[in-house]
T-cell receptor
Framework: EAQVTQNPRYLITVTGKKLTVTCSQNMNHEYMSWYRQDPGLGLRQIYYSMNVEVTDKGDVPEGYKVSRKEKRNFPLILESPSPNQTSLYFC??????????FGQGTRLTVV | RKEVEQDPGPFNVPEGATVAFNCTYSNSASQSFFWYRQDCRKEPKLLMSVYSSGNEDGRFTAQLNRASQYISLLIRDSKLSDSATYLCVVNPFTGGGNKLTFGTGTQLKVEL
């Protein structure tokens, strides 16, 4: 089954404790992205990747890192999480100019 | 001005009604357009792509007006199960990447 898998689905953490949210897709898509969704602001792109070892900043990259060592995986790293990073996060993958497929989301709370 | 703008709603309509949503986009070079559906706090799912000539999928019709830079979604014979948030999505496709830009969504509530 074609899918994008994120883990964990839910996470509560404390300020400053490094965390990684994993994302994996099995569709051999070149493009992968991370978004955060906040009430009233919609989905905003954090980082995206056009292929292995090629990543670029989205609209709200501050406080986040990503890596793309393999085509299927695109982890999101928060080196020092802060409460303003409490949000709902989605990973997505796609082919160029095609619709995106989303993971089920990760609800992160930073206290 | 936001890159993609939608009326947030909510649109409260009775079952069986026809409802239309509009979405405007600012980048005239945008190439790809989509409507997504999102149920409460779940992942967005593709409802339909929007083609220049307009397209229909069952009760859903999408149209694109490049001159006025807006896309629309028409839902006929609304069902209770259509209650969701509808996201307008535009791909600027500036020649090297896939950078989808999302509207904030329009909330639809279909009532008995």
């Amino acid at each position: 089954e074609a899918q994008v898998t994120q883990n964990p689905r839910y996470l509560i953490t404390v300020t400053g404790k490094k965390l990684t949210v994993t994302c994996s897709q099995n569709m051999n898509h070149e493009y992968m992205s991370w978004y955060r969704q906040d009430p009233g602001l919609g989905l905003r792109q954090i980082y995206y990747s056009m292929n292995v070892e090629v990543t670029d900043k989205g609209d709200v990259p501050e406080g986040y890192k990503v890596s793309r060592k393999e085509k299927r995986n695109f982890p999101l790293i928060l080196e020092s999480p802060s409460p303003n990073q409490t949000s709902l996060y989605f990973c997505a993958s796609t082919l160029e100019s095609s619709p995106a497929f989303f993971g089920q989301g990760t609800r992160l709370t930073v206290v | 001005r936001k890159e993609v703008e939608q009326d947030p709603g909510p649109f409260n309509v009775p079952e069986g009604a026809t409802v239309a949503f509009n979405c405007t986009y600012s980048n005239s070079a945008s190439q790809s357009f989509f409507w997504y559906r999102q149920d409460c706090r779940k992942e967005p799912k593709l409802l339909m792509s929007v083609y220049s000539s307009g397209n229909e999928d069952g009760r859903f019709t999408a149209q694109l007006n490049r001159a006025s830079q807006y896309i629309s979604l028409l839902i006929r014979d609304s069902k209770l199960s259509d209650s969701a948030t509808y996201l307008c999505v535009v791909n600027p496709f500036t020649g090297g990447g896939n950078k989808l830009t999302f509207g904030t969504g329009t909330q639809l509530k279909v009532e008995l």
